[in-house]
């Protein structure tokens, strides 16, 4: 089994920072990719920041120039340092992987955290 834990949320003012840490556990042959999603009430859930096994990354638009995700290979571990928060970027953000659980496994899967919630309040 997969498990991805999810740590670092919590209540911050405005302007504020937060760092979110995500690490992989279990069978885990290879990650293409590890990243961020939130989402907020009556929301969907959206992407916030990825970064592949290359190293390539993707922001939001809503989120370039505050956030900066980084990943740690041999760990299987993601962080996202999250800068200049405004009350909009409160949601539960979501750790994602897109890994295969062995070798030849056609396609791979995509796994979720349990969520932690990010407050931008004063």
């Known amino acids: 089994q997969v498990q991805l834990v999810e740590s670092g949320g919590g209540l911050v003012q405005p302007g504020g920072s937060l760092r979110l840490s995500c690490a992989a556990s279990g069978s885990i042959f290879s990650i293409n990719a590890m990243g961020w999603y939130r989402q907020a009430p009556g929301k969907e859930r959206e992407l916030v920041a990825l970064?592949?096994?290359?190293?390539?990354?993707n922001y939001a638009d809503s989120v370039k120039g505050r956030f900066t995700i980084s990943r740690d290979n041999a760990k299987n571990m993601v962080d996202l340092q999250m800068n200049s928060l405004k009350p909009e970027d409160t949601a539960v953000y979501y750790c994602?992987?897109?890994?295969?659980?062995?070798?030849?496994?056609?396609?791979?899967?995509?796994?979720w955290g349990q969520g932690t919630q990010v407050t931008v309040s004063s």
């Open positions: 970064v592949t096994s290359g190293g390539s990354t």
């Open positions: 994602n992987a897109v890994l295969r659980v062995y070798r030849g496994e056609i396609a791979p899967g995509w796994y």
